[in-house]
């Protein structure tokens, strides 16, 4: 027996809740939507390889982007790492005395903007300017130190942003004893047009997919709803509601997110382990303690909702325009 007809009962019932307590028809209504939604499962596992391709489209749909959800996600933990990436260099003036420059070091070190302060001399700064040169002896011609010193500044946490950054900057370069302040701005707003690259890419590659998949489901409900037209019209002819007609198809696609949702999950986690190892022997070889972080408990149920969603939507689409178009003769 067809699903809208064993669906049928339960509209009987339905048209004599004005007989009931108004208890008894509270209880009724979920009570209801429990036996649709079962019904419409089981409908689906009467054409098991046509619904588990379908949900398996939807799975696969949303894997892409929740993997490069993850390689977003773990790019922007490396580049939290980066501390150098966001240095400011305060070149001080030479005419400073070894206690201000102290005195500035431990002034500038007490701010809750910055992490850390390293103070570079500069005969340190000279000696390091001639191993790294390759000038060597040539430099020792010089009848004094050319080179001030340098006092290199690690920004706080919360000021390692490209715009955050480029305000303390300026903040430094107003100071009485700084001749010239200096920050790798170019690599800054390099990394942060790279990683809003990706974000855009992610979004906009994650927004087509989520329609194909709805479009997937609102194809595959719509020939559902074909196959049964002379049983709608039948069910329209004894009085039966759009709204109960369309129920079960609303749970059908329910159940095509939900199932495919689970896919998603398994084979995000999958692919992760995958390139979890690679992944590891490349951080090996750098002496890094890098490790892949996959996707967290609220972020797979995020994954499902969402799947769910789709689904429904699918559905939702094709019932509201297939089934209001067919009416009996």
């Not at 108004?22 to 939507?33: E, L, N, Q, Y």
């Not at 773990?74 to 420059?101: C, G, M, R, Y």
């Not at 129920?247 to 939900?258: D, E, H, Q, S, V």
């Amino acid at each position: 027996m067809s699903l809208l007809f064993r669906n049928r009962s339960v509209e009987k019932g339905a048209s004599n809740r004005g007989r009931l307590p108004w208890w008894r028809r509270a209880i009724m209504v979920p009570v209801h939507h429990v036996q649709q939604a079962i019904a419409s499962l089981g409908e689906l596992w009467r054409n098991p390889f046509a619904s588990l391709m379908t949900m398996a489209v939807l799975g696969l749909s949303l894997t892409l982007p929740s993997s490069l959800y993850v390689l977003v996600k773990n790019t922007s933990s490396i580049t939290d790492s980066w501390q150098q990436a966001s240095e400011v260099t305060l070149f001080l003036k030479k005419d400073l005395q070894t206690s201000e420059i102290e005195t500035f070091k431990t002034q500038t070190s007490l701010s809750d903007k910055v992490e850390s302060v390293r103070w570079v001399p500069k005969d340190e700064g000279l000696e390091q300017f001639k191993e790294q040169s390759g000038f060597g002896e040539t430099l020792d011609y010089l009848t004094t130190n050319p080179l001030p010193d340098v006092l290199v500044v690690i920004p706080a946490d919360n000021y390692r942003t490209v715009e955050q950054a480029e305000a303390l900057l300026l903040e430094f370069q107003n100071k009485r004893e700084v001749a010239h302040a200096k920050l790798d701005i170019e690599w800054l707003n390099r990394l942060q047009a790279i990683l809003d690259l990706i974000e855009d890419t992610l979004g906009a590659l994650a927004l087509v997919l989520c329609l194909s998949v709805v479009l997937i489901v609102g194809n595959t409900i719509r020939l559902n709803i074909l196959s049964k037209r002379d049983e709608i019209v039948i069910m329209k002819l004894v009085g039966a509601t759009n709204a109960f007609i369309q129920r079960p198809f609303l749970y059908t696609g329910a159940w095509y997110g939900f199932i495919g949702g689970i896919f998603a999950w398994l084979v995000t986690i999958l692919l992760i382990w995958w390139i979890e190892s690679a992944v590891l022997n490349v951080t090996n070889l750098y002496d890094s303690q890098f490790q892949l972080d996959g996707l967290t408990f609220s972020e797979l149920i995020a994954i499902w909702v969402i799947a769910i969603g789709l689904g429904l939507a699918g559905s939702y689409l094709a019932v509201r325009r297939h089934i209001q178009s067919i009416e009996p003769e």
